[in-house]
C-alpha cells in the first residue's frame, strides 16, 4: 500500500482555518485519498474521500494538488470540538473487503480557546 | 439508518479468562465487518476481517481469533487474555460500493 506521512501534531485557534496536509508521494492512479477522525475515546469518523478534484462537505474541504502527491484538508472555522486525531489514508478503487483501510499516525489536532 | 453496536464499552479481565465482545449493524445487509485494536498510545491496527457468514481473514497472528455466525454480527474471542492484550476494541463496518467506513463506540478493554 502507499503510504501517507502527516505531521505529528498541530496547533490552532478557535475560530481560526486549520490546514492539516498529507504527502503521498507514491500514490497511484487508482488510489482515493481518505480523511478520517478520532475524537477522545471514540471510534474513527469518515471525514471527506476524494480523487483528483477538490471536495467539500459539511465537515471539512479537501485540497488535493494536481500531481496527487499531496492533498490538504482544511476546516474552515476551527471549534473546540474539532480537536482529534486526523488520518490521512490512501486507498484503492477496489472497493472489496480486502482492499481496508490502514491507519498511520495521524496528525493530532489542538484547538486552543 | 444503519447503527452500529458494540459492548460492553469497558471491561476488566484477569489474564488468562476468556474474553467475547459482540458487534452487531442493524438496517443493512451483508456488510463487510471488521475488527481493530488501539493499544495506548498507538495507531488502529487491523484484526479481522469478514466479508460473509463464517468467512474471516486474519491480519495479525495472536491469541485472538473471530467469528460472524450471523450475516450482521460479528464476534471477537480469546480463550486467555494476555496482558498486551489490552487495548481499545472497534468494530467498523461498511458496504461494498461504498467508500467510506461506520466506527461502533469501542471497548475498552484492561487485563490485569
Known amino acids: 500500500d502507499a503510504k501517507t506521512t502527516q505531521p505529528n501534531s498541530m496547533e490552532s485557534n478557535e475560530e481560526e482555518p486549520v490546514h492539516l496536509p498529507c504527502n503521498h508521494s507514491t500514490i497511484s492512479g487508482t488510489d482515493y485519498i481518505h480523511w478520517y477522525r478520532q475524537l477522545p475515546s471514540q471510534g474513527p469518523e469518515y471525514v471527506i474521500h476524494?480523487?483528483?478534484s477538490n471536495v467539500n462537505n459539511r465537515m471539512a474541504s479537501l485540497a488535493i494538488a494536481e500531481d496527487r502527491k499531496s492533498s490538504t484538508l482544511i476546516l474552515h472555522r476551527a471549534t473546540l470540538r474539532d480537536a482529534a486525531v486526523y488520518y490521512c489514508?490512501?486507498?484503492?478503487?477496489?472497493?472489496?473487503?480486502?482492499?481496508?483501510?490502514?491507519f498511520g499516525g495521524g496528525t493530532r489536532l489542538m484547538v486552543k480557546p | 439508518s444503519q447503527t452500529i453496536h458494540q459492548w460492553p464499552a469497558t471491561l476488566v479481565q484477569p489474564v488468562g479468562s476468556p474474553l467475547s465482545l459482540e458487534c452487531t449493524v442493524e438496517?443493512?445487509?451483508?456488510?463487510?465487518l471488521y475488527w481493530y485494536r488501539q493499544a495506548a498510545g498507538r495507531g488502529l491496527q487491523l484484526l479481522f476481517y469478514?466479508?460473509?457468514?463464517?468467512?474471516i481473514s486474519s491480519e495479525v497472528p495472536q491469541n485472538l481469533s473471530a467469528s460472524r455466525p450471523q450475516d450482521r454480527q460479528f464476534i471477537l474471542s480469546s480463550k486467555k487474555l494476555l496482558l498486551s492484550d489490552s487495548g481499545f476494541y472497534l468494530c467498523a463496518w461498511n458496504k461494498r460500493g461504498r467508500y467510506g467506513y461506520t466506527f461502533g463506540s469501542g471497548t475498552r478493554l484492561t487485563v490485569v
Open positions: 489514508i490512501l486507498r484503492g478503487q477496489n472497493n472489496n473487503a480486502g482492499n481496508m483501510l490502514t
Open positions: 469478514s466479508v460473509g457468514i463464517g468467512q
Open positions: 438496517g443493512t445487509s451483508n456488510p463487510n
Open positions: 476524494g480523487l483528483t
